[in-house]
């Protein structure tokens, strides 16, 4: 069993950062590969970025690649979701989720979840 808790979220202005943390219970945190998911109101939970257990690979979905970065230290068992040049479109709860194996997009390969931060991001 992984409990998730996210941290992180908040309301910013267009261009502006945040960081996303999310802390996992558990002594096998560095065996799950971790992955952040955003839901925006009325549309269906997306992928956003993925991260191997050793964080050795990572993947994003093509709208944030290059303002987005997904860290983790298993040390802390900590994923993190560095958000930089934000958009209104960047609007949703962003939840982080764990899952065994390789670092997938699919939001049903992921087991486990937490409940999600709030990111707001106003034009």
């Known amino acids: 069993q992984v409990q998730l808790v996210e941290s992180g979220g908040g309301l910013v202005q267009t261009g502006g950062s945040l960081r996303l943390s999310c802390v996992a219970s558990?002594?096998?945190?560095?065996?799950?590969?971790m992955g952040w998911f955003r839901q925006a109101p009325g549309k269906e939970r997306e992928f956003v970025a993925a991260?191997?257990?050793?964080?050795?690979?990572?993947s994003y979905t093509d709208s944030v690649k290059g303002r987005f970065t997904i860290s983790r230290d298993n040390a802390k068992n900590t994923v993190f979701l560095q958000m930089n040049s934000l958009k209104p479109d960047d609007t949703a709860v962003y939840s982080c989720?764990?899952?065994?194996?390789?670092?997938?997009?699919?939001?049903?390969?992921?087991?486990?979840w937490g409940q999600g931060t709030q990111v707001t991001v106003s034009s």
């Open positions: 989720a764990a899952r065994t194996g390789y670092s997938g997009t699919s939001v049903a390969g992921y087991r486990y």
């Open positions: 558990g002594r096998t945190f560095s065996s799950y590969a």
């Open positions: 991260i191997s257990w050793s964080g050795a690979s990572t």
